[in-house]
């Protein structure tokens, strides 16, 4: 009897799997893992402090962070210190005391918020840092690597200026700010580069703000002291406008080489199609925001501490040129919300 009663509960088990597949197939299968993964991230906060909003980068970032962030159902808020470190300072501070999930950090120089973001994180907050680094490394970094950029121009400029290859050796560096990691970590770059050929001349090395009536201003000077100047670089496409334009004033765009970098928006792409920038190095605003919005997810899924894992992404680069500017390289504020 016991062999026939195996047989009838495997004939029992066999059916009701039979009428279980059958109802799925009529009504579905819940996914417990999709279920998992939107509850634990349902009434999550994430705030974002930016340098200051209303220009390419940060909008961008923030137009992706914000679409992500109705579409799992967690808070998305800005505080915008409107350029001001000291703002950006009170900001951190009150948000350390409010206790969000999670913030996204976009340092103004390596060192004004190194100490909050580690009281930040001794409080339980998990911070991500964008594109422009503290000295104190929190749970993740994404964005560009600086050094990299600065080679990257820097052997650029030697393949136009070095001896024997442009009009002279001469070459100006135009910074932003000093002390931010954008300035301290390129610069590294451009002279570990420069370094190994002699002949290049750096005849001028100034900050400039991110100011680009200032570079305007600082290279207008320049090509008058130095009307055989072969090449610039820039440290960022915005303010680099003005540098152009005082090549461009000056009759000289034929002969000046001007690198700059940027987010890849469409307009610092027109700038290269009318031959004010040379070569953009483009660290790619869509990019960086698509693996932004990963690691601010794996991080407010993730039951370790802030601060427990430290992690860092720098996201590849794109050399563009007249050869190669499209508009798969380039991107517009209206495209990424």
């Known amino acids: 009897m ?17 009428l279980s597949v059958a109802g799925a197939q009529d009504k579905g299968l819940e996914n417990p893992r999709s279920t998992a993964f939107h509850t634990s991230l349902k009434d999550k906060k994430v705030v974002f402090v930016p340098l200051s909003m209303g220009f390419d980068l940060t909008e961008g970032w923030a137009a992706q962070m914000r679409k992500q962030a109705d579409r799992l159902g967690y808070s998305f808020d800005i505080r915008d210190p409107a350029w001001s470190t000291d703002a950006g300072t ?6 350390i005391t409010e206790k969000p999930d999670l913030m996204v950090i976009h340092n103004p120089d390596i ?18 840092q964008i594109n422009l680094e503290s ?3 929190t749970d993740s970094y994404v964005g560009a690597d600086w050094t990299e950029i600065g080679r990257k121009a820097a052997e650029a400029i030697v393949e136009k200026c070095d001896a024997g290859k442009g009009v002279s050796t001469k070459v100006a560096i135009d910074t932003g700010v000093p002390t931010a990691a954008s300035d301290v970590f390129q610069l590294d770059g451009i002279y570990k580069v420069l370094n190994e ?8 090395q ?3 703000e991110y100011n680009p009536e200032k570079a305007r201003s600082i290279m207008s000077t320049v090509l008058q002291q130095h009307g055989d100047l072969c090449g610039a670089i820039g440290i960022w496409d915005n303010q680099d406008t003005g540098t152009a334009s005082a090549i461009k004033e000056a009759g000289k765009s034929d002969q000046v080489f001007l690198v700059t970098s940027g987010g890849g928006n469409q307009v610092g792409c027109e700038n290269v199609k009318n031959g004010l920038f040379n070569l953009y190095i483009s ?4 990019l960086q925001g698509d693996l932004l919005n990963q690691e601010i ?6 039951d370790g501490t802030a601060g427990e894992v430290q992690t860092m992404y720098f996201n590849p680069l794109t050399m563009i040129t007249k050869n190669n500017v499209n508009q798969r390289n380039c991107w517009t504020l209206d495209e990424l919300k």
């Open 135 to 137: 000295n104190t490394t």
């Open 197 to 204: 050929h002699p002949d290049i001349q750096v005849v001028s």
């Open 90 to 95: 009170k900001a951190i501070q009150s948000l």
């Open 206 to 208: 100034q900050a400039t």
């Open 111 to 128: 060192q004004s918020y190194a100490r909050l973001l580690k009281q930040a994180q001794a409080a339980g907050i998990k911070i991500v």
């Open 297 to 302: 997810v794996r991080l407010l899924l993730s």
């Open 2 to 18: 016991s062999g026939l009663f195996t047989k009838a509960l495997l004939a029992a088990v066999a059916l009701a799997a039979s």
């Open 283 to 286: 660290y790619n605003v869509p």
